[in-house]
């Protein structure tokens, strides 16, 4: 009796010292910027322009904006996920240059070179910030918003909002409180998030076509939360499953290469 007296006052203890970490120090879990220098020079293989977005009151976003080389079909605006800079994030551009898309990414407020600091209305107001700024260049029947990871949920906010050609998301979650629950391996009362990040809801209101791609071996966002999403989707066969595809990986199989080629491809109606 004794033994499990202790077991349960451990088990009590364990899980207030992991309650208050997570509510002291929930920004550090999901915001993991990585900083550059100002004049730090970006280098790809393929031409680019660096672009200065205004946001806040002061604040700038430091963007990447690629050319096609093909025949323009439209513009995907690229919304990252929650640790780099564009650095790594802005070579994802071949992806849709190839496909005849211009490709324009963004550092969310205090990543890369964008000043400021993160927070989930910081980004939400970011991802709005560019989109306007598509908008004043290319009709908004032919922007693509592409949400990966943490940027899903800034993706499915612009579409709840707009009507942008398609909206793509990839590794998405239902909301970020059920993220950290299921990397702590504990029920963690709804009161303690102070962040949400909620596709689930979003995802409610959405009249672009949406497509998710998701991997079955994904251990930072598992797939059973990916999964949660499939039945906000007005056509079930835009949930797209990547056998054996972890997190960071999806883009090296064929069948996402396939899939989104595909997508890209429809013609809007």
Not at 28 to 51: G, K, W
Not at 92 to 121: H, M, V
Request: hydrophobic share 40%.
């Amino acid at each position: 009796m004794e033994f499990i007296f202790s077991f349960i006052l451990l088990f009590l203890v364990l899980y207030g010292i992991i309650v208050v970490i997570v509510y002291l120090l929930q920004e550090r879990l999901v915001f993991q910027p990585y900083q550059l220098e100002e004049d730090f020079e970006f280098s790809f293989e393929a031409p680019f322009q660096e672009l200065w977005l205004d946001v806040g009151e002061a604040d700038k976003l430091s963007t990447l904006w690629f050319k096609t080389e093909q025949p323009c079909r439209g513009v995907v605006l690229y919304l990252h996920g929650n640790r780099g800079n564009l650095l790594r994030w802005g070579e994802q551009y071949s992806s849709f240059t190839l496909q005849g898309y211009d490709f324009l990414a963004i550092d969310y407020r205090g990543f890369g070179k964008s000043t400021g600091n993160p927070s989930e209305q910081a980004i939400y107001e970011d991802a709005e910030a560019a989109y306007r700024w598509l908008k004043e260049r290319y009709p908004e029947e032919q922007i693509v918003v592409y949400g990966r990871s943490l940027g899903s949920a800034a993706a499915s906010w612009l579409g709840s909002l707009h009507q942008p050609r398609l909206l793509v998301l990839e590794t998405p979650y239902d909301n970020i409180p059920n993220v950290i629950r299921a990397q702590v391996g504990l029920p963690l009362p709804s009161a303690l998030f102070r962040l949400h990040f909620r596709n689930d809801h979003y995802l409610q209101n959405q009249q672009a076509p949406v497509y998710i791609f998701a991997g079955t071996n994904d251990q930072v966002v598992p797939f059973r939360l990916s999964l949660r999403l499939r039945p906000l989707l007005l056509t079930p066969d835009h949930f797209i499953v990547i056998r054996e595809g972890a997190h960071h990986n999806l883009a090296s199989f064929p069948e996402y290469q396939e899939q989104l080629e595909k997508l890209l491809a429809v013609k809007q109606s």
